[in-house]
């Protein structure tokens, strides 16, 4: 039976990735807010491909009691619940400073239902406006004179309920540049797995959420028991199958469960069956002729169960005459290597 219970090993398809906001494609100025503006400034760098890119650095740690406040512009969510915002940046090591210094900083996020929809100006604004979503800090640092290693973190921001959100970024004494960010959310794949099809879906609102999903059986396939469903997990992948599909009558599955194709020589082969007369109508046998054939069918198991007994028997024949040829041939050497009696007196009377 073709069910696609079976198939949990297939929910390992590739997630997808919805990109929100990336600024590493932004072609013009970001125009970020910066507050104070004597903190976060913009720049532009140069990446390996000699493309121009956007990024945002401060370094103010001469100065005691640094609050420097980041926003991003406003993001409109779509679909997702939950947001990834991927970070790339450098860090300076604090021990080429003689001032106390930080290699952290700390990302947060405001949801918004609209463009306008702004926070009150200045820091006291944003720290009360904004929630935290995570501190980023440095495994690779660099000296001046230096080479360093590129940092990256991954952030999530949710569970997202507005038509948007903004990001902000917090610096309290590091010396770091923003080299990208990048903010997308994750969807369980379409797929088909075991006769049912599931629709594109926008993961939950949590990394661990499952988010249950009603599939459709394919063409050529019915319920059993219970609606297919699966749950689209956090990562984007489709995990714990719940209910069954199965190919309606007249109609059989492929190896990998993905559709049911109309067995096209059924009627030949009930005609054959029944001595080549065609069925009273399209739906199929009538009650006479299902009679017949199930009594055609009987007695062809009777004969097949008959003709399997007789080859175990003749199996068993087969075997004991090997045994006999073999214990032949077993005393076969000896009896060649045995002289006749009298063989020698024979010879030593001529």
């Known amino acids: 039976m073709e069910l696609w ?65 980041l926003r991003s512009g406003f993001i409109e969510r779509g679909e997702a619940r939950l947001v990834y915002v991927d970070l790339r940046f450098t860090m300076r090591d604090c021990r080429s400073f003689r001032s106390p210094c930080r290699e952290t900083f700390s990302v947060y996020h ?11 100006p200045g820091v006291s604004g944003l720290r009360e406006a904004y929630a935290k979503a995570g501190e980023v800090s440095a495994e690779l640092v660099f000296t001046l004179g230096e080479g360093g290693g590129v940092n990256r973190a991954t952030v999530a921001v949710g569970p997202l309920s507005k038509a948007g959100f903004r990001l902000a970024f917090r610096d309290r004494g590091a010396c770091t540049n923003l080299l990208s960010v990048r903010a997308y959310y994750r969807r369980c ?3 088909i797995l075991g006769l049912a099809r599931f629709p594109t879906t926008a993961t939950g609102p949590a990394p661990a959420s499952l988010l249950p999903v009603g599939g459709s059986c394919v063409d050529g396939a019915q319920e059993v028991d219970t609606p297919p469903t699966m749950y689209c997990g956090g990562e984007g992948h489709w995990l714990v199958p719940a209910g069954a599909c199965r190919c309606r009558p007249g ?3 492929n190896r990998e469960l993905t559709a049911c194709t109309e067995i096209e020589d059924h009627n030949s082969l009930s005609n054959a ?30 004969m097949l169960q008959e003709q399997a007994e007789t080859l175990g028997k003749l199996a068993e024949a087969v075997a004991r005459l090997n045994a006999t040829l073999a214990a032949i041939l077993r005393r076969l050497p000896g009896l060649l290597e045995e002289e006749p009696e009298g063989s020698s007196s024979r010879g030593e009377g001529k």
Do not use: K
């Not at 029944?274 to 055609?296: F, I, K, T, W, Y």
């Open 5 to 69: 219970l079976h198939l949990s090993f297939l929910s390992t398809a590739l997630a997808l990735d919805e990109v929100l906001m990336d600024t590493q494609m932004a072609t013009e100025e970001l125009n970020w807010l910066a507050v104070p503006s004597s903190g976060w400034e913009e720049t532009v760098a140069v990446d390996r491909n000699f493309n121009a890119i956007r990024t945002h650095r401060v370094c103010n740690m001469e100065s005691p009691n640094q609050d420097n406040w």
């Open 110 to 120: 405001r949801e918004a239902d609209s463009l306008g929809d702004v926070e009150a």
């Open 189 to 191: 794949p379409p797929a």
């Open 251 to 253: 109609y059989r599955g």
């Open 273 to 302: 069956t029944l001595g080549g007369r065609p069925s009273q109508n399209s739906s199929g046998l009538s009650c006479g002729q299902l009679e017949e054939h199930n009594a055609l069918l009987l007695a062809n198991g009777q």
